[in-house]
Nanobody, 122 residues
Framework: VQLVESGGGLVQAGGSLRLSCAAS????????MGWFRQAPGKEREFVAS???????YYADSVKGRFTISREIMGNAMYLQMNSLKPEDTGVYYC?????????????????WGHGTKVTVSS
């Protein structure tokens, strides 16, 4: 099983990026999936989650700016990030949950990607 993130990069504050997560090795269409991020020197934190029926859940810090989505029958997930702020800087990880619903708990995610770096300059 492999999760591979892409789409990270350097962007100015106020800009946008779209992250992608491609899964292989098994189907995750019945699993919840999520995005987390880790800033330098900080713990990994929840960003957004999407359930198997595309219900969504966001961290307060990104609500209204980020949009999580997934392919209904595919194995891909996306994170559209708008109005980026310097505090959004970090390595962004995609993950697949054990269950089918949205969740913000790291312990409920079984598979993780290696991350893609996002840097937002002020």
């Amino acid at each position: 099983v492999q999760l591979v993130e892409s789409g990270g990069g350097l962007v100015q504050a106020g800009g946008s990026l779209r992250l992608s997560c491609a899964a292989s090795g098994r189907m995750f269409s019945n699993n919840g999936m999520g995005w987390f991020r880790q800033a330098p020197g900080k713990e990994r934190e929840f960003v957004a989650s999407i359930g198997w029926k595309s219900s969504t859940y966001y961290a307060d810090s990104v609500k209204g700016r980020f949009t999580i989505s997934r392919e209904i029958m595919g194995n891909a997930m996306y994170l559209q990030m708008n109005s980026l702020k310097p505090e959004d800087t970090g390595v962004y990880y995609c993950a697949a949950a054990r269950g089918s619903q949205t969740t913000s708990r790291l312990s409920e995610y079984q598979y993780w990607g290696h991350g893609t770096k996002v840097t937002v300059s002020s």
